[in-house]
């Protein structure tokens, strides 16, 4: 099945209407192939029958947002962001925090592997009497029941997850594996759009949102980095992707290196000398 160049452009049109992904028509045959299974569902003979009943299936234009959403991930995914998280990131906020309590949020965290590998990086490295509060968000309803449920397959599980890290926290399902009760506490699934106006959060010391921005244009990337800013803590940290920056988005935002990462905090700011020396300013 294929889609003619009008409904590969309705349907393109649609999920950036809808979620500010970007699908330009080289990437016609990923969105042919999400489309293909919800077509045999829906009973069309064709992807163009299909795309037909969709405009006038407010529900089916749901289910096609859902399912050209990006969900590629994986346990401790680049490594470099949680060991900062571990090494780096928690010590500062250990001198900082009076309260003895963490807000971390992960956007767009797909189907969970995100927010849990925080959550095992924090359970190791905060202290018994320190609380913590992961907020797993994505704009897939889909993606986010998957957090909830906290259930993997095999595959899955060998996707960057240490033996030590199965043992751990994970028990035998049948033929999957659960994450443990004291792990899904610390966690929060919700589903959040982050082109709309946010929902009532905390003020997080740490917010991941990484290998996102790649997916919006500059405005959108401007707007989503602006929400980002105001709901976290004034000292707090942005880990970004890679490949992702925010220096070239205004004048909201400080970056400073971290080993191998580079890390983003809201300007105006100042780290005092002893907040974490492993730290330092690298530009504005």
Same mark, same amino acid.
């Given at each position: +099945? !294929?889609? !003619?160049?009008? %409904?590969?452009? @309705?349907? !393109?049109? =649609?999920?950036?209407?809808?979620?500010? $992904? =970007? @699908?330009?028509?080289?990437?016609?045959?990923?969105? /042919? %192939?999400? =489309?293909?299974?919800?077509?045999?569902?829906?009973?069309?003979? %064709?992807? /163009?029958?299909?795309?037909?009943?969709?405009?006038?299936?407010? *529900?089916?234009?749901?289910?096609?947002?859902?399912?050209?959403?990006? *969900?590629?991930?994986?346990?401790?995914?680049? *490594?470099?962001?949680?060991?900062?998280?571990?090494?780096?990131?928690?010590?500062? =906020?250990?001198?900082? #925090?009076?309260? #003895?309590?963490? !807000?971390?949020?992960?956007?767009?965290?797909?189907?969970?592997? /995100?927010? @849990?590998?925080?959550? $095992?990086?924090?359970e190791e490295r905060l202290p018994q009497d320190w609380t913590t509060e992961i907020w797993a968000t994505d704009v897939s309803p889909t993606m986010v029941e998957r957090v909830a449920a906290g259930r993997y397959g095999q595959v899955e599980m060998n996707r960057g997850l240490p033996a030590t890290s199965l043992v751990k926290y994970f028990t035998r399902t049948g033929s999957e594996w659960e994450v443990l009760p004291q792990l899904r506490a610390m966690v929060r699934p919700s589903v959040v759009n982050l082109i709309d106006d946010l929902p009532a +959060?905390?003020?997080f010391d740490v917010v991941f949102l990484r290998n996102v921005l790649i997916y919006f244009d500059l405005a959108v990337r401007h707007e989503v980095l602006d929400r980002v800013r105001d709901v976290m803590a004034p000292d707090g940290y942005l880990v970004l992707g890679s490949s992702e920056t925010a220096m070239d988005l205004g004048d909201r935002w400080v970056r400073e290196t971290c080993g191998r990462l580079q890390l983003h905090r809201p300007a105006p700011y100042v780290r005092t000398p002893a907040a974490a020396p492993t730290l330092t300013a690298t530009g504005s």
């Open positions: +099945m !294929s889609l !003619s160049t009008l %409904s590969f452009a @309705y349907v !393109s049109d =649609l999920v950036r209407r809808e979620t500010a $992904m =970007l @699908y330009p028509p080289e990437k016609a045959y990923l969105v /042919e %192939s999400r =489309l293909e299974p919800l077509a045999r569902a829906a009973g069309a003979r %064709s992807l /163009e029958a299909y795309v037909a009943q969709l405009r006038h299936d407010p *529900n089916e234009q749901a289910r096609v947002a859902d399912a050209l959403t990006i *969900n590629e991930t994986s346990w401790y995914r680049d *490594n470099t962001p949680f060991r900062a998280l571990a090494t780096d990131i928690v010590p500062a =906020l250990l001198r900082e #925090r009076s309260g #003895r309590h963490l !807000s971390v949020w992960s956007a767009a965290c797909s189907s969970g592997q /995100e927010p @849990y590998s925080i959550a $095992m990086t924090l +959060m905390p003020r």
